[in-house]
Nanobody
Framework: QVRLMESGGGMVQAGGSLRLSCGIS????????MRWHRQAPGQKRELVAT???????NYADSGKGRFTINSDNAKTTMFLQMNSLKPDDTAIYYC???????????????????????WGQGIRVTVSS
């Protein structure tokens, strides 16, 4: 199993920057992808950024050009750098990892029933005007 915990949130004025961190512990060998999501009050949770273990990064249109996702080589921490923040970026941000998704190593696929997701508890980001 994998445990996740976000840090680095808080309040910032529009135009400012924040860097969120997500500590990853437990069984990290079968991670297939790392993701950041966010959920504003009364809104559905939305995908913000994805990083595969192969190093490919993808971004939602809302953060493209402003947000950057990356991780350390040991896969013990993932980051979301957020620049030029807007009030619409105000939300609770969640880190997420996908584990054991085929074509992962057969032992990983078997251990995690061809794919499972783990989530952090979320951290608040507030951007003021």
């Amino acid at each position: 199993q994998v445990r996740l915990m976000e840090s680095g949130g808080g309040m910032v004025q529009a135009g400012g920057s924040l860097r969120l961190s997500c500590g990853i512990s437990g069984d990290t060998m079968c991670i297939s992808a790392m993701r950041w999501h966010r959920q504003a009050p009364g809104q559905k949770r939305e995908l913000v950024a994805t990083l595969t273990t192969g190093g490919d990064a993808n971004y939602a249109d809302s953060g493209k050009g402003r947000f950057t996702i990356n991780s350390d080589n040991a896969k013990t921490t993932m980051f979301l750098q957020m620049n030029s923040l807007k009030p619409d970026d105000t939300a609770i941000y969640y880190c997420n990892v996908a584990v054991g998704i085929p074509p992962a190593e057969p032992m990983c696929a078997a251990q995690y029933n061809d794919g499972m997701d783990y989530w952090g508890q979320g951290i608040r980001v507030t951007v003021s005007s």
